[in-house]
């Protein structure tokens, strides 16, 4: 999950693995805006998954797609479409109504 195991190099396995390499408790997926810096931009949404044990690179990759990536994609394109997110720095703030503040 981002900013834990990202960056060059990091995608596909290679994050899952480094995820049950470190022996992390949760991992998970994030949803964020891209910027000129690899995986550096903005967090728009974040979702922890449990590390369970035994878990392998891919049955981990897969519970993270189906429990996190999926649902914070779906929820994250629906936001920007009704213009509900706001970036402020390195910040998103995620509005009530769409509406944005100067």
């Known amino acids: 999950m981002v900013p834990a195991f990202a960056g ?48 392998t690179p891919e049955a981990l990759q897969k519970r993270v797609m189906e429990e996190a990536e999926w649902v914070l994609l779906k929820k994250a394109v629906s936001l920007f479409c009704e213009g509900r997110l706001e970036v402020i720095g390195n910040t998103v703030r995620i509005n009530e109504h769409g509406e944005t503040h100067d």
């Open 8 to 55: 060059k190099g990091f995608y596909g396995l290679r994050v899952h693995e480094a995820a049950l390499e470190r022996g992390v408790k949760l991992t998970g997926a994030t949803v964020h805006f891209v910027n000129e810096i690899c995986d550096g931009g903005p967090i728009i949404l974040q979702k922890p998954v449990e590390v369970k044990l035994g878990d």
